[in-house]
């Protein structure tokens, strides 16, 4: 609810509690309101229309219908009160929104026939809507289906994030490289968005802080600011699946407060007419600037900063009465701290607390540990963010001082409990020396009310080896929430074959307790069901097939072992393991020590962005590329062996990758994914898993039973063993001749042109550094691909297995995690 829609002014009046009317729900209702919005919304008559005309005619129709609900769902909790979830994430990764908003309003069947009524067909029309560029990863999606499943369940939530206007990129290839491209999503408008200039938020930076001190001896602070930006806010509506809750997306855009200077334009200078806005609006311009330079760095800050202020002081502001106390806070709200990159929100909390609100110190600490938790996602050192102490002081002055004084006050905790221990003292400050800066990993543990990891082996490392002097100051503030995925979006939007090959065995139920899945083990021991299950495989291959020759010319072999490995382009996932692999198979066939009609065909499918200034990882990226484009062109391995690389990997193309696969790769260092949410889509969907023990993996092979995934690679203790004893990659690779061919070939120019420079650094980096050790793990993970080519020979067996990874990982629907959230973190009763 946008500020002035929340004063008491607009409440009193009549007409503000009178109920809102939802379109009446039926085929000549639709049409009706269909073309109302075509008409008086886009001003065209559908004789007229453009396609983008009718989609967004269609996309306001579907509003609508959802609206009435937002409205009456915002009002009641603001009349009950009750406590509720802040999201606080930087990512948000929705994939498009009219068929979810569709499925979710029950509105599909009737949708189709209003546009059948019309003359329109409904798919032309989906293909004119552009995912939105909010996220990148695995975070963003995790968040995504979170705010999804807090709506199914009724918990009144509200999601903060950044309206990015470009998103992080939009990925092309030129000569197998890696190009970004702005990812212009809001070109045409997005339908789904209510923005309220109206509510705009001030958000100060820079300056400094002024102390003063009244007669009975009080000092306060005073933050004086040297500049500020406008926090617009844009709302999106997150229906509920069935139910008829609708939460709230509330994404905030950057403006200057004085965007343009007449002045200094009529005086021809029109670039410094408008500095002020290019300035401003640079902070919600992209997702994760690169920050290789101090500017990108201090970008990345104040983008933390901006959206976190803007949505404390909404909450405070527009989402309590007019009465609240404050003390009641903890009664009231938590804030989810979405990974570090919210975590500058502990101090601005503080600061409105103190600052603002008049509130002692202690007082607002104690409401502030009580109204903060955090979500660690990752195991990474250098992905633990820490900013620079001179950035922070120099961008938000008062809340360094916010945070040497928490720091300064945790100390003297520890040093009561453990004495004057300067290593522990030195390993637990929340500021660490050379260089000097502020750990914000540290900053939400020692503030929030629980810590958890995001799978059952990522919390016990969590707490053994990132913090475990932080485990053992706070007996129990360390918990576990395994994430999960919503079965909407990726099994009932994203696979309708096997959703209704679901509901006919098992009834409609699942989708909202998808442990009925287990239901469909008995089904496995079906001949008549496995028949039908392969047949919705093979129908996703055919879907897919469609789409990769569509948008990238590519052809797919639908008789192929479909082998795909799809997120984020990064060295400790392992995208050089999966390659080494497809080098070893070409190299056997093409220097005859193997026999091409002996070989298991494959097609194996890439999707990953690298990010722009990771220099490694964009040149796997061009590797990969270049050993498709020479195994693709080579008649030895026709009909063998296949490498596509879509580019732009992102939701809407893995909505029809992930039904079609057959082999999920899942191949990270042991003990360096946290979790992984990609191998819980593949799992759900049919695909057999091969991987590590590593993330959720290992409750992914508990679940689905050892006969049903396939396991290789050292385990977590085996990793730590190995790099004690110094690890040291080119023993592996004078140890093993068919890793040694395959490096050879790389390092010999045959991917590149006979040009041996190209891919060097990768060869050199394999060999001399391998800090994620490819090499080490090499030869257990030919083997069991081995036994992946004689299994998946056995397509009976196989299709046997898939069905039983379907039944058995009904643990992994983010509405579980939900749940595990409101039992051990959050308190959220949901309001029905």
């Known amino acids: 609810m946008s500020a002035q829609e929340s004063t008491p002014a607009a409440a009193s009046h009549p007409l503000a509690l009178a109920p809102v009317a939802a379109p009446p729900a039926s085929v000549d209702g639709f049409v009706r309101e269909f073309l109302r919005n075509l008409n008086f919304e886009r001003g065209v008559a559908l004789s007229s229309s453009a396609p983008n005309d009718r989609y967004m005619a269609l996309a306001y129709t579907v509003r609508d219908y959802l609206m009435a609900r937002w409205l009456e769902d915002q009002a009641r909790q603001r009349e009950l009160q009750a406590k509720g979830v802040c999201y606080l994430s930087a990512e948000y990764l929705l994939g498009r929104q009219l068929d979810n908003n569709l499925l979710a ?226 009664e009231r709200v938590i804030f989810q701290l979405n990974d570090t990159h919210p975590v500058i929100a502990v101090p601005e909390f503080m600061r409105v607390l103190v600052d603002e609100r008049g509130m002692e110190w202690d007082a607002a600490w104690a409401i502030t540990q009580k109204c903060f938790a955090y979500t660690c996602h990752t195991l990474l050192p250098e992905a633990l963010e820490v900013w620079p102490v001179d950035l922070l002081g120099r961008l938000l002055p008062r809340h360094l001082e916010i945070i040497y004084r928490i720091n300064e006050e945790f100390l003297l905790e520890v040093r009561e409990r453990f004495g004057d221990d300067e290593l522990r003292i030195r390993n637990m400050s929340i500021i660490s020396e050379n260089p000097r800066s502020v750990r914000m990993a540290y900053l939400a543990t020692v503030a929030g009310a629980k810590v958890n990891g995001v799978a059952e082996l990522h919390s016990q490392l969590l707490r053994e080896k990132v913090l475990p002097d932080f485990d053992e100051f706070y007996p129990g503030k360390f918990t576990n929430v395994t994430n999960g995925v919503t079965p909407r979006r990726f099994v009932r939007l994203a696979n309708p074959g096997l959703a209704g090959l679901i509901t006919e065995a098992l009834g409609a139920g699942w989708t909202v307790d998808l442990e009925r899945l287990r239901g469909l083990e008995a089904f496995a021991e079906d001949p008549e069901f496995r028949v ?89 990226i061009h590797l990969i590329n270049a050993v498709g484009s020479v195994v693709n062109d080579d008649p030895r391995v026709e009909g063998r062996l296949k490498v596509l690389f879509p580019p732009n990997y992102n939701v809407t193309l893995a909505e029809r990758v992930i039904p079609a696969a057959d082999l999920s790769e899942q191949i990270s260092l042991a003990g360096k994914e946290a979790s992984g949410t990609g191998n819980m889509k593949f799992a759900l969907n049919g695909a057999l898993t091969i991987g590590t023990d590593d993330g959720a993996n290992v409750e992914i092979r508990e679940l689905v039973g050892d006969d049903n995934f396939f396991l290789f690679g050292m385990t977590e203790p085996e990793v730590e063993a190995l790099w004690a004893k110094g690890y040291k990659p080119a023993e592996f690779y004078q140890a093993d001749s068919g890793l040694r061919r395959a490096i050879d070939l790389i390092a010999s120019g045959a991917f590149s042109d006979g040009d041996r420079s190209v891919f060097e650094p990768v060869v050199s980096n394999l060999l001399y550094d391998d800090r994620f050790m490819v090499l080490a793990d090499y030869s257990s993970y030919i083997a069991e691909q081995a036994k992946v080519d004689a299994a998946y020979g056995d397509q009976d067996a196989w299709t046997r297995a898939s069905i039983l990874n379907v039944a058995r990982t009904g643990f992994f629907s983010s509405d579980r995690s939900i749940r595990d959230y409101i039992d051990r973190i959050w308190h959220t009763p949901p309001i029905l």
């Open 105 to 330: 309003a029950r509105l599909t069947e009737v949708a189709t026939e209003a546009m059948v009524a019309c003359g329109i067909d409904i798919d032309e029309l989906r293909q004119q809507e552009v995912e939105p560029g909010l996220g990148n990863g695995g975070l963003g999606r995790l968040a995504a289906c979170f705010i999804d499943s807090l709506a199914t369940m009724s918990v009144p939530s509200i999601g903060y994030g950044i309206r990015y206007e470009y998103g992080i990129f939009r990925q092309t290839f030129v000569d197998g490289q890696q190009v970004e491209q702005p990812d212009a999503w809001l070109t045409l408008g997005s339908p789904w968005e209510f923005p309220h200039p109206e509510a705009a938020q001030k958000i100060f930076f820079g300056g400094h802080t002024e102390k003063t001190t009244d007669e009975q001896g009080v000092e306060t602070t005073t933050w004086v600011p040297g500049w500020h930006v406008l926090a617009v806010p844009y709302n999106y509506m997150v229906p509920g699946y069935h139910n008829g809750r609708v939460n709230t997306l509330r994404l905030w855009r950057a403006v200057a407060s004085n965007a343009f200077d007449l002045r200094i334009f009529n005086s021809g200078d029109y670039e410094e007419a408008v500095r002020a806005q290019t300035f401003a609006e640079n902070i919600s311009k992209v997702l994760y600037p690169e920050d290789s330079t101090p500017q990108g760095k201090e970008l990345r800050l104040q983008q933390q900063y901006f959206f976190v202020a803007a949505s404390i002081a909404d909450f405070l502001d527009h989402q309590l009465s007019a009465d609240f106390d404050l003390e009641n806070l903890p």
């Open 532 to 620: 039908k299950f392969a047949e919705v495989k093979r129908a996703n291959k055919r879907i897919l097939s469609d789409v990769l020759r569509e948008r990238d010319g590519f052809v797919l072999n639908e008789d192929h072992l479909l082998d795909v490995m799809v997120k984020r382009l990064h060295e400790y996932k392992r995208q050089m393991l999966k390659l080494l692999h497809i080098v070893t198979e070409y190299e056997g066939i093409v220097s005859g020590r193997v026999e091409a009609s002996s070989v298991q065909p494959r097609t194996f499918i890439f999707g990953a962005k690298a990010a722009p200034g990771y220099a490694m990882a964009k040149r796997i």
